[in-house]
């Protein structure tokens, strides 16, 4: 299983990044997807979830608003629209998969079975 994040990169506050995760080597449709971040020198925190059947979808109170998390299951790819970023949304954005997800556990990093790399975002003020 491999999972490719792109999209990061430098940006001023206030604008706009997406973020895309390619999937291969699972069966994507069957899987929940989510997006964690991890800051320097901080814990890695979640950041938004959908469900495998994209009914449920979860997101961490400070990007409520402001991120979208949805899938192409014909692409098998995973996205996070980011609008109105601010400095403090500065990280190292990850991919998550995990197959038996359930609705309380979205946003727990244990719930997940496979991690992509990663892709550096970067918020200027």
């Known amino acids: 299983v491999q999972l490719q994040a792109s999209g990061g990169g430098l940006v001023q506050a206030g604008n706009s990044l997406r973020l895309s995760c390619a999937a291969s080597g699972l069966t994507f449709r069957r899987y929940s997807l989510a997006w964690f971040r991890q800051a320097p020198g901080k814990e890695r925190e979640f950041v938004a979830a959908?469900?495998?059947?994209?009914?449920?979808?979860a997101y961490a109170d400070a990007v409520k608003g402001r991120f979208a998390i949805s899938r192409d299951n014909a692409k098998n790819t995973v996205n996070l629209q980011m609008n109105s970023l601010k400095p403090e949304d500065t990280a190292v954005y990850l991919c998550?998969?995990?197959?038996?997800?359930?609705?309380?556990?979205?946003?727990?990093?244990?719930?997940?079975?496979?991690w992509g790399q990663g892709t550096l975002v970067t918020v200027s003020s």
């Open positions: 998550a998969a995990g197959e038996r997800v359930i609705t309380s556990s979205m946003k727990s990093d244990e719930a997940y079975d496979y």
């Open positions: 959908i469900k495998w059947g994209g009914s449920s979808i």
